[in-house]
């Protein structure tokens, strides 16, 4: 005899809206990847954190979510959590799991969509320093060591779009990438347009099917690139690059390149040996320490 119960859920899923938005596209993109890829009824959490208040401050509405967060495991104990966190909604997930790390080994994967995590260069122009006690400041902040430090734990993914330029409009590719995630590019998506589309569904339930956490890469332009990530530069997008002259070649090709603006800021490229662009950066610095900010802190090292 058949039974008229509801077949029992076997994860929660919490999607997370960035800045400047509000919970309706995520939500889409959630019951998108909990109805037809999956029968069975998953608690589905996509807090709405209200538009305006993603302009002040990060802090209140991680709060809001680790909250959410604290209530749905404990009604399900039981079940894995998957994540999807849209641009913002990433970070705020990737503080919230840093202040939870016990919740770590229930965590079945990650997925951060359009996320800054080394740092949003559009909010460090807006807030070079950190000053201003707004968004900006919280979105500039470099999350990478977070980030790696759960990926080493938690299968994560981080998809992106590109639209030209290493970019997808809004957020610079590179800045998405960290240590131990799965990169995950989609060719012609702009940023807003990850929140919610049919490629990225297609990709996250790929990712679903076999979550790993990503080998470290060692090769050499990626060493490199991993020790001016450490230095905090500003990761932009690749545009400059057609100005730049290489200053060092490395044994295997690998070539770094400079280029410093009219204001005298200095820019750093990275290229592999058939010279394709795999990093572009920016440090304020160099206009005050120009000669301290290339030989010492690159070339010495």
Not at 247 to 264: E, R
Request: hydrophobic share 45%; proline share 7%; net charge neutral.
């Amino acid at each position: 005899m058949m039974s008229n119960q509801p077949p029992e859920p076997n994860f929660i899923l919490f999607a997370q809206h960035g800045w400047a938005d509000t919970s309706r596209d995520i939500g889409y993109l959630a019951r998108s990847l909990t109805e037809s890829s999956n029968p069975t009824r998953n608690p589905v959490y996509t807090p709405d954190l209200g538009l305006m208040n993603t302009w002040l401050a990060i802090a209140p509405l991680v709060t809001k979510v680790e909250n959410i967060a604290i209530e749905a495991i404990a009604r399900h104990p039981d079940l894995p959590l998957r994540i999807v966190g849209h641009s913002m909604g990433g970070l705020i997930w990737l503080e919230v799991l840093n202040h939870h790390p016990e919740w770590l080994p229930k965590v079945h994967s990650l997925i951060l969509l359009g996320s800054p995590v080394g740092g949003s260069d559009l909010a460090r122009l807006f807030d070079p320093f950190g000053w201003l006690p707004l968004m900006a400041r919280d979105l500039g902040k470099n999350r990478r060591p977070i980030a790696e430090a759960i990926a080493a734990r938690v299968p994560t993914a981080s998809i992106v779009g590109n639209i030209g330029n290493s970019t997808d409009g809004t957020v610079p590719i590179g800045c998405s990438q960290f240590a131990q995630a799965s990169f995950i590019c989609l060719d012609g998506l702009r940023h807003a347009t990850l929140k919610n589309h049919s490629q990225v569904v297609a990709a996250i339930r790929q990712f679903w099917a076999n979550p790993a956490i990503a080998p470290t890469q060692t090769d050499l332009a990626s060493q490199l690139v991993a020790k001016l990530r450490s230095l905090d530069f500003t990761e932009t997008n690749h545009q400059n690059f057609r100005y730049a002259k290489a200053i060092k070649t490395y044994a295997d090709g690998t070539k770094l390149w400079t280029w410093t603006n009219l204001v005298g800021v200095t820019h750093i490229f990275v290229t592999t040996a058939s010279d394709r662009c795999i990093y572009s950066a920016y440090a304020i610095l160099s206009v005050f320490r120009p000669h301290l900010f290339l030989h010492e802190i690159i070339l010495g090292n």
